[in-house]
Each structure stands twice: as structure tokens, then as C-alpha cells.
């Protein structure tokens, strides 16, 4: 298992180019089973939640092709199955993506349940209780979610609570549909306009994406296109936080700062000094960071998927900070790991009080989840000697070359590698 080697206390200076969205590209990536024709697409990351869902693709029948320009090109002309197993579902929860696919346009999937994961329990039910609202035949059975349908047939469908990847399955149904569906309390996530927009561009008739509530007309079929998948906006936050608590003079390019404006306005009171222009954001720190409360909300409030890395900068910030998680009721994980590098931080249920500190030390620490191991490395970067992360294929999901990226920053940080690390 890799781990990664920081010493810390070097400033960030420099440029960084932020890589494509992993939360964009993977329904996109399950956007190909709705078509015969050939979807090509572009700014795709090199990330494991990618390879992943193109191995689940290829095991579907999809016909897959990675360019060395992060283009990649998807053909689902002869789909041989429409099962997604466990032994690919289990180390992604975005596999689930391709149920309404699936049931769209063949009329029938067998997707795992998604296995435990450590940010909460997260269910399924709403994607079911939707894919049946549109007259879906849905059982649970031995662990897999099948569903049938002749042909989805539209209707008003409303959530009970807002759901990411619930409005992108459900979206991605109804656009083979009979008839209209409407999607309320729909999420409005920057991704499910990605989403959205590729879609259009395959022949779907949709409309209101970006709001609470999406009207999709159905089509009998779908063709071919060629998108851009939007600049990854948590990936663009984590390297903030990096610059807020580590210090220095960055900028970061391929950006819509537009999708970071929750988080650029933590980032300010924070006492980052923040320019902004078309797809480029300047962020200089030379000072201790300010503490700032957080609640994280759905889109536009500040991503829950943010939580985690504010939390590392508040704990070098000069006052106390209230965090909220409002999402997720298991997001704590990575508190723990930052107090064994010297912050103070108490939970009480979904609140954290993070009481910040004038140094961290750094510490053998081990990486939990996704966000959890971009908070250790954020942290690890501001602390005194060396901070050795484990289980760093958390991060490898979700952050392209995060170390390399870090490292042309001028930051001192080197991924040791399998036996190597053991
Ligand atoms: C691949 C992807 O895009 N992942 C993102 C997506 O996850 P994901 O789509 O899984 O998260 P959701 O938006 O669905 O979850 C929001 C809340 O709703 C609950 N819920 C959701 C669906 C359901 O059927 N039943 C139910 O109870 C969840 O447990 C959670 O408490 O949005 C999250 C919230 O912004 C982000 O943290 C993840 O990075
Ligand atoms: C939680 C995340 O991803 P996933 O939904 O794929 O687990 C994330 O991107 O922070």
C-alpha cells in the first residue's frame, strides 16, 4: 500500500492546472450506455474512480478508449450484460449510476448495492422509489438491486431529501422515457448541469437543470456527441486550503470560479487575499489563517465534500471555529488523524468546535476517506518534520497526481510505493 512522505513547513508558490471533475465525469462516463453511438469526451482525470468505471463499462460490453489528451471514447453498441457485480461496485459507490442507464434503454439491470463506506450509510432508496415512480419493477435480492421496466413511463417524482447521484440516475431514465417527467427538490450541483448539458447535446429534452426542479421531455433515442468535462472544483478548493495553511502565492488554472463560491468566501475570511478572473484564481497567504464557522449545505452552500479540508486550515487558525456537517453523519473520520498532528478539535454529533492552534507536528497518520486524506495532507504540509500518511488510496480516487501537482509548487512531499512503504 502507498503512503506519502511530508516534510512540512514550505510555502506553496507557483501555478497548478486543475484536472477535470471525478464527480462530473463518472455519470457522464454512464451517460455511453444510453446510446449506440460514440460519446467522446474530453478533460476526463486520470484518477482510480475513472479506471473503475471504465472496467465496469468494458465488463458491460462497452467498448472503451483512453487518449493520451485525457480524451476518452465510449461505445456501448453491444452491451453482452447488464449486470454491475459486487467486486466493482464495492470500491465505488458511483457504480450505482448505471441503473438508469441501463433500465432505459434495455429495460432491465442488476446493480450490487454499494458496499459500506465511511462517510455515512448511505442508501439507495430514493433512486428506487423514483425508478418505480416511473414504472420500474424493482426488488431487492440477494444483495442486487434488479429492476425491470417494458419502458419507463414519465412522471412527477420528488425526492425526499436532495440527492446528487439520486438526480443524475433518475435524469438519466427519463430521458428515454415515455412522456415527461418532472424531478423535484432535484439537486443543482454545477455536475448535474455537466450532466445536463451532455445529454442535450445526445438529443435528451431537458429543461431547468441548475434549479430544484428539472422537466424532462423523453425521447425514443439518443445519438452520439463530444463534451468537456467541467474543471474539478473540489480538487481547485483542496489546493486553497494547501495555500491558506501552508502559506505562499499560488494560482490555479483551469477553474470556473463561479462553482467555488461558497468556499472562496470561507477562504476569505479566513484571510486569504483572493483574485478571481474568467478560469484562473490567485490565492496568497502570508499570515496565520483567521477560524471561520462552516456549514456544509447542498449546492450553492459550501460542499460537504469541502468539509474536511476548512477543517485542517481552521486548525492552524488563530480563534475558534463551529463546524457543521449537515450532509453526511459519519464525516468525522478524519478529526481524529488531525489531533494526532496536534489540533484541537471536539465532536458532539454532526457539530465539531475546532479551537485552532499556533503549530501542528507532524505524525504517522492514517487516511480514511476521500476528503479525510486531502485534510491530512493539508495539514501535514503546514506541520513541523515529517507527516507520513497511510491508506493514500483514498486520495487516488479522487486527486490526480496530488503529490506531483504539490510537489511543482515547491512543496516537500514523495509517495512511497508498495513494499517500499510496508
Ligand atoms: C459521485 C458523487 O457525485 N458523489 C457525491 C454525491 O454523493 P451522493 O450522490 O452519494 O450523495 P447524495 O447527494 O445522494 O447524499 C445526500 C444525503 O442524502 C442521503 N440519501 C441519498 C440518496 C438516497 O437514496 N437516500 C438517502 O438517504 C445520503 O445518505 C446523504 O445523507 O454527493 C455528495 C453530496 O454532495 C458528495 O459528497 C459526493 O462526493
Ligand atoms: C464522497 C465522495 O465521493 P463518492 O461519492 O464517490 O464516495 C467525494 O468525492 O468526496
Redesign the pocket.
Known sequence: MDKLLITGGRQLNGEVTISGA??SA??ILCASLLTADTLKLHNVPRLN?IRTSLRLLNQLGVHTQRLDDGTVELRADQVTSLEAPYDLVKTM??SI?VLGPLLARFGEARVSLPGGCA???????????GLAALGADIQIEHGFVVARASRLKGAVVR??????????NLLMAAVLAEGQTVLENA?R?P?IIDLAELLIKMGARIQGHGTDRIVIDGVETLHGAEHTVIPDR?EAGSFLCAVGAARGDITLRNVIPEHLGATLDKLREAGLELTVGDDWIRAVMQQRPKSFDVRTQ??PGV???MQAQLMALNTLADGAAVIIEN???NRYMHVQELCRLGAEIDIDGYTAVVRGVERLSGAAVMATD?RASASLVIAGLAAEGETLIDRIYHLDRGYEQMEVKLRSLGAAIERITGKEAA
Not at 119 to 129: E, N, W
Not at 159 to 168: L, N, P
Open positions: 471525478k464527480n463518472l455519470p474512480d459507490r458511483a449510476l462517510i455515512g450509510q448511505r442508501p439507495v432508496d430514493q433512486h428506487i422509489k425526492t425526499d431529501m436532495v440527492t446528487v447521484t439520486g438526480t443524475e439537486a450541483e455536475e473540489i447542498e449546492y460542499a460537504t465534500d450532509i453526511f453523519e476521500l
